[in-house]
């Protein structure tokens, strides 16, 4: 049905959890995407542990894995109100138990920080952010997943450099999200990576013209590829990678994009 083959089978695919079950399935399958499944605070609403098994097992008998994407609407791991914070812990805990259904390769978290937001109460937050992590921390060792924070609106790297150097573990690390980068950073693509390059574990892949955040196809605006991939092949670092194009017709340009940046920088995606 579909004849082009995968180019990257190592890399991944966003996909939202009820996208995959109920309409891309078979084209899955078909061109081997790892899925990086979506999953909202309906997918945890309306769904059941059986569901997440019928899919996890499909995946499996099909040789392929998956990674996760937790839910990030209104929520915040540092919130100044605790109720909210304790929602925010109670959809990610509930998400690292798919996560663990799944055997995920990793799961990404949004901070929940703007600094314009939390102005004048950075501190609190910090605090706050600190003891919820730490709880998700202990839960993601024993499950054996990898926690990766991924940059959304924070300017730089300040943020996430202070929660790794309090935080030390081989599964908690950074996603570079590098079309976030692009549109809300105040800091540059270099400053990120030497910031935060010994932790960094995953990418998301998107691009954009440095407005607004339109996850278009790799290679397509503004995002400078060709600095990420040589400092990648520069510091011998090679991440999880997932595309993160939101149009169905970018995918596979995408793919094609990132397997010529990897040839050209004698790169190769994750394997697993």
């Known amino acids: 049905m579909y004849s082009i083959n995968n180019p990257v089978p190592s890399a991944f695919v966003c996909c939202p959890f009820i996208l995959l079950k109920e309409k891309f399935w078979d084209k899955i399958i078909s061109l081997k995407i ?16 059986i569901d997440f098994l019928e899919v996890a097992e499909m995946l499996k008998e099909n040789g392929l894995v998956a990674t996760i994407h937790a839910p990030f609407w209104d929520l915040s791991i540092g919130a100044l109100d605790p109720l909210v914070r304790d929602v925010t812990k ?6 690292l138990e798919v996560a663990s259904i799944f055997n995920a390769k990793s799961m990404v978290i949004h901070t929940g920080f703007d600094t314009w937001h939390y102005l004048n109460h950075e501190e609190s937050w910090m605090r706050n952010a600190i003891h919820t992590l730490k709880e998700l921390v202990d839960i993601a060792e024993r499950l054996g997943i990898l926690l990766v924070l991924e940059n959304v609106f924070e300017p730089g790297p300040e943020i996430h450099l202070r929660i790794f150097e309090q935080i030390r573990s081989p599964y908690l690390g950074f996603c570079l999200d590098v079309g976030h980068q692009n549109v809300f950073a105040a800091k540059g693509l270099s400053f990120w990576l030497e910031s935060l390059g010994p932790w960094l574990k995953q990418l998301h892949l998107h691009d ?11 290679g397509s605006a503004g995002v400078d590829f060709d600095f990420l991939f040589n400092w990648l092949k520069q510091n011998s670092i ?8 939101h149009k169905e017709e970018d995918v596979l340009p995408s793919l094609n994009t990132l397997a010529q940046y990897l040839k050209h920088y004698e790169l190769e995606a994750a394997s697993f």
């Not at 790892?34 to 542990?49: A, C, M, R, S």
């Not at 109670?90 to 998400?95: A, C, F, N």
């Open 34 to 49: 790892n899925p990086e499944i979506g999953i909202t605070n309906k997918v945890l609403d309306e769904y059941f542990i």
């Open 90 to 95: 109670k959809r990610l805990l509930k998400t």
């Open 208 to 218: 954009n013209h440095g407005r607004k955040d339109e996850h278009l196809r790799l």
């Open 238 to 245: 090679v991440p999880i990678m997932t595309v993160e194009a």
